[in-house]
Every structure is written in structure tokens, then in C-alpha cells.
């Protein structure tokens, strides 16, 4: 059931419609079952991942926190915590490897040494990089004590399932997640103004701005061949693209949230302002960003490896790499998780370790940085600066799309030296893009003309959040009028200036 379907939005009418309809006590069992519909929709041998997923970290979230209690000896205690803890994560992390990374071992091995291994057809479930990520780090705070073992077995599949979130996120934490779902949620008006307005405003992004940019992305980025002069293009229209349709995507999952009186964690905060690659993976993905911070930066730079490491980097490099270089071990390591997690391709590897070195670098380069700033009389507080940052950023930014997009490594490599070599903006017009039956220069230009202008929009509404303005709770204290006409130009602009064929494919991290 496609999250841009007009029978998903039945689906959902129809559960907020029952949610606030049977007694308050009843609604977290109605959320289950909405859930499991949805899911199961896409197939019933899918849902069986789904279901042993939270079954297994259900279980051994209760035997980590009873370890604890039964076992007077604290050696012990935490030796059958770390073996139950240790059981789980392999198990569902496994499955995850060998359904999600299995071909691309084959073809990797194949490549390597010239053997002809077949691929192998495995069934990916819908959304299980996101719900395994969620179950295991609920599972690695109750081991760490941040959180109690919820001992309702579907009370926790809820919270595993949870219908809106569950095939792109945001990857929620059951500290404050699993109260809220449990929890009675009494009619409010105003949530479902800002709910409802939220889901418009994710779908004008995705289907009028998005969709528009993918026909360009597409063309491109499919035949670099031909439009070998529109590199730049394709990696721009590829960033509004990304951005458009991921960032819409969790303001309708967000958005859905709010209709149940349930907030979901922010996952995007204006990362196109951001002033480095570190400012930019503090906005962008923001739930994948903290998860990697608390269950893989901090469990790595901690460990103690790595304090044997840091000992030996203070004694040959001296005291500050060794305070530096431990660090940067850790987030290169991090940065290729986050790539893995990407994609079963080595383009996804190279493009996390692509982040992973430039913060690296940075941070061996700090102060170098504060020297230069200080001779050069360069205040962080000027906006000059400020700007140079932000531009800077957003180039780098896009050079690691290429990475992202491209059919793999070398088509990226090429594509960017033929951005520097080709450029050839003519080429967009002569004789226009093609895709199916949409092509030409007079079709190229309207498609331009409507993402450009909803990018102005947008940048428009990004600016005034950087404000800090609270547009929701503004829009909630206007006239119904007022109200009125934004629903309905946000309604009428998804099929005006959305794709001429009408469809849409669907939301890019859904597939994950």
C-alpha cells in the first residue's frame, strides 16, 4: 500500500476515524491492528520477519533485565546479559545482512576472483533496515539501563510495527515513543489541523517538487552518455530531488502521527544551511544520525581497543592527535555503517566513507583552521563567513550525491569530470528531456518552471523556520478562510503541478 495512494489515505481516515471513536483504553490495541493490516497488505510471508524481529528482541529484553536481578554475582549477571544481548543482535542483524548483503557478496566475489556465482532471489522485507535498527537499540538501552523491558508482548508490537513509521522512519526510541503510543489521546483540534497540514505540505514536496526534479535526475543520471554537459544539473536536480521526497515523506509520516496525538521525532532541521558535513549529519536523517552516535560512535570510541589506540597515538604522534585520531577512527567507522546501511553497493560505501573522511580530516584540521581564521581576522560570528560556510558545504554535499545516484563508482567519477570538462547547459533544451511520453523543450521548461518555483516556496518556508517562526501554530490561530485556501491550493497543486502521467513512484526510503 503506496503512502502516496489515495487508498492509504482511506486507510488512514479510516484508523483516525475509529481511533478516537471506541473508549481511550482500547486505542493502542486499535493502532496494533491497523498496523499489522497495513503491513501484511504487502504480503503475508513479509510480516513473518516482522513478527520474529519482535518476538526475539521482546524476549530478550526481558531475560537482559532479569539477568540483572536474579544473578547475585555481577560477573555473572553480566556475562548471561551480554550473551542474550549478543544472541539477538546477531540473529536479527544476520538476517538482515544475509537478506539485505548477500548478492552483493556474490558479485563481489565474482568480480574479484572470476567465479560465476548465481544471485540469489531472497525476499526483502518492506521497512526492515528501520524497524531492526529500532528493535535492536530498545534492546541496547534496556542492556545499558536507559529503558525498562516492556514485558506486554503487543503492547511492544506496537511500538515495532507502528504503521506510519515503519517502512521509512524515523527510527524511534521506545523511551519516548512507547509511552506515547500507550498512552489515551483525547480529540484535539488543533493537533489535526497541524497534522493534516503537514501531510499536504510532505506531499506538495514530493509529488510537485520531487517528482518534477526525478524526470531530470532519471534522464541523466540514466544516460550520462548523452547528457554528458548536464552532470551539474542532474546532481542539483538530484539534491532537490533527495531532499523533496525524503523530507516530504516524514512530514506525511509525521503528519499522520499528530492525527493519533503522537509526535514523532524530527528527522530533517534545514540541512542545506547547514556550515559543515557535521552541521549537515546533525540535520539531515537526523533519527539514523543519533542512532549511529549512541549505538556505534560511542560503543567503538569507548572501547578498549581504541583506548589502546589513542595510548599509541599519544606516544608517536603526540597528545593531540592522540586525542584527535581515536576520533577519527571512529567516525570513519561509522560513516561506513552509515554507507552499508545505504545500499548493498560499493557507490554507497564510497559515499559514506567520502563523509566519514572529510570529518575526519576536519577534525585533525581544526587547529590548523582556528590558526588561519585568527590570521586572516576571520570572525565565525561574520555572515560572510557564514555564507562561505553554508556554500561550501552544500558543494561538498553534492559531490557525495554522485556517489549516491550513479549506477556506480566510475559513472560518478566520470559524470563529475564531464561537470568540469562538458558543461553544456544548451543541452537541457536541445531537443529538451525525454521521458516516455513527456518530452521536449516546451515540457522541459514547465517542469523547470515548477521546480523552481517550488523551491522558492520552499526556501521561503525554510528560512522564516530558521527563525525560528512556528508556521504550524501560526497557520492553527488564522481564519477558517485563510485555512481553507491553503488546504486547497496545496490539494490542487499535487495533481496541477504534479507529473503529466499522473503517478507518482513512490517515496525513495520507503524501499529500505
Known sequence: MSLVSMEFLLFVLLAAAGYYWIPRKFQWAWLLAFSYIYYISGGLRVTCFLVFTTLTSYGAGILVEQAAGRIQEKKKAKRRQKQVLAAALLLNFGILGVLKYTNFAIHTVNGLFGTG???IGFLLPLGISFYTFQSMGYLLDVYWGKAKAEHHVFRFALFVSFFPQILQGPIGRFSTLGEQLYAPHPFDGKRMERGFLRILWGYFKKMAIADNAVIFVDAIFGQPEVYDGLGLVGVL???IQLYCDFSGGMDVVIGIGELFGIRLDENFKRPYFANSITDFWHRWHITLGTWMKDYVFYPVSLSGWMKHFSKFAKKTFGKQAGRTLPICLANLIVFFVVGVWHGAAWKFIVYGLYNGLIIAFSGLMAPAYRDWKKSLHISDGSRGFHLFQMVRTF??????????RADDVPTALLMMKNTLRHFNLRQILEPGIEIGEASGTAFTLVALGVILGGCLLLFAVSVLQEQGKDLAESFTRQHWLVKAAV?????????????????????IYAQF
Open 237 to 239: 536536480m538530484y539534491s
Open 487 to 507: 488546504y486547497l491550493c496545496l490539494i490542487l497543486a499535487v495533481p496541477v503541478l504534479g507529473q503529466p502521467s499522473g503517478e507518482s513512484g513512490g517515496f
Open 395 to 404: 558543494v561538498l554535499v553534492n559531490i557525495s550525491w554522485f556517489f549516491d
Open 117 to 119: 556465482f548465481g544471485s
